[in-house]
């Protein structure tokens, strides 16, 4: 075949592939579903992301595509009171909208109401009504509540990250802005096919971990990984309703994102595997860095947390099933962040003796599926389990569950 025709051939098998899963694929996973080499797949998602068919998401070293729609034209709002910011971010996120700006906050509420904007880029510090003030008032409205919102702001990432969280953002992005990250969430916003994104709680799942950690095994042991988990968020919710458990969980990963996007480490990666649990991996001595820096700011951000239960966080209604609940949290019991290395040294040998088993002449046994149980005790998780299987051709893989066996992706 001709090389330009096998190029095009490739871009559209690769873009093909990507419509049918929707909910992103890495230049891997592309690569292995459709048996072509990851260079001829990275060349082919490059011409895509330039000609707007996709767009990429970047968390750490874990990089996923998404297909976009196109012929739609949405509506943005950009809010921000500084002149020369706001032309920024006009030509951030480029021509493909229909693009408002307001630099006063009574002027963005009332603009909000007029034309129901798809998306809003919002200022927080602003004249006139402040910023938190509009996410509100947007997220409690039933004709806008579903206006995503994205807060871009040079206040106190701390308190306001939650602040943000707390009234109904989607996202929050600290100033100064990457450009890039921008416009990447932008068009994922309002151009994704398939299912609503969440840039929250769309990590890599335990399919695509068990990827990574497999990837990191084989390739670099100078290696850790962490599971980080919030701990009596069972009890939270019990005291203060679902909708702040999940507000909880969001903030703990929007803390957790913009941590790891300042990792050195080019391995690193993150994902989510439901009920408040994250998988954490990356360099040595870096990864314990970034989540101790995590685990700070939590707990620097856990009295604006409680100073919100007389107004924002409403509590739950009494429930009687609550007092012969089994768990060992309590509500009295306060939320805070855990987390514990799975020692890669044991991964690795558990995994480098099943390499060198051989079933023995006349046995039924077969390398099929080993579960390294002791790891649940060692990572401090009775929901989180790494299974070491060998495979039809006589290698190993590495695979992330939760206890139970089942996919969970809860928030």
Not at 101 to 113: H, I, Q, S, T, W
Not at 238 to 262: A, F, N, P, T
Not at 345 to 367: F, S, V, W
């Amino acid at each position: 075949m001709p090389e330009e025709q096998r190029k095009v051939s490739v871009e559209a098998g690769v873009l093909s592939l990507l419509e049918r899963k929707p909910d992103g694929l890495s230049a891997h996973e592309l690569s292995e579903e459709l048996s072509i080499s990851k260079d001829e797949v990275s060349a082919s998602l490059q011409l895509l992301n330039q000609s707007g068919a996709i767009e990429v998401r970047k968390v750490a070293n874990s990089v996923n595509y998404y297909p976009l729609q196109t012929g739609t034209q949405k509506k943005v709002l950009i809010v921000e009171d500084d002149a020369d910011i706001n032309k920024l971010m006009e030509l951030t996120i480029g021509k493909d909208y229909q693009i408002q700006k307001a630099f006063e906050g009574n002027e963005a509420m009332k603009m909000v109401r007029e034309f129901r904007q798809d998306l809003i880029i919002l200022d927080l510090m602003l004249p006139g009504m402040h910023g938190l003030e509009i996410c509100g008032r947007v997220k409690a409205d039933p004709e806008l509540k579903n206006t995503v919102i994205v807060i871009v702001s040079a206040a106190d990432a701390v308190k306001n990250r939650f602040s943000s969280i707390k009234y109904g953002a989607d996202y929050y992005i600290r100033k100064p802005f990457n450009t890039r990250e921008l416009r990447s969430l932008v068009n994922i916003f309002l151009k994704k096919k398939g299912k609503k994104f969440d840039p929250l709680v769309d990590l890599p799942d335990e399919k695509r971990l068990s990827k990574l950690i497999d990837d990191a095994l084989t390739n670099n042991t100078n290696f850790e990984l962490y599971n980080l988990r919030i701990h009596n968020l069972k009890g939270f919710e019990s005291e203060y309703g679902e909708s702040s458990r999940k507000m909880i969980v969001r903030l703990v990963s929007q803390i957790l994102q913009d941590k790891v996007q300042e990792w050195e480490s080019r391995n690193g990666f993150v994902g989510y595997i439901g009920e408040g649990e994250f998988v954490v991996g990356g360099g040595k001595n870096e990864t314990e860095t970034v989540l101790s820096e995590v685990s700070t700011e939590f707990e620097r951000v856990q009295k604006f947390i409680y100073q919100s239960t007389g107004s924002q966080l409403k509590k739950a209604p009494f429930n009687i099933e609550s007092l012969f609940d089994g768990d060992s949290q309590k509500t009295g019991d306060k939320i805070a962040l855990q987390y514990d290395e799975i020692p890669f040294d044991k991964i690795i040998q558990k995994r480098n003796k099943i390499l060198e088993t051989k079933a023995p002449a006349g046995t039924q046994k077969t390398l099929n599926e080993y579960s390294y149980s002791e790891l649940m005790q060692l990572v401090g998780s009775s929901n989180l389990d790494l299974k070491i299987s060998g495979t039809p051709k006589g290698g190993v893989s590495i695979s992330v569950s939760k206890g139970d066996g089942e996919e969970n992706q809860q928030q």
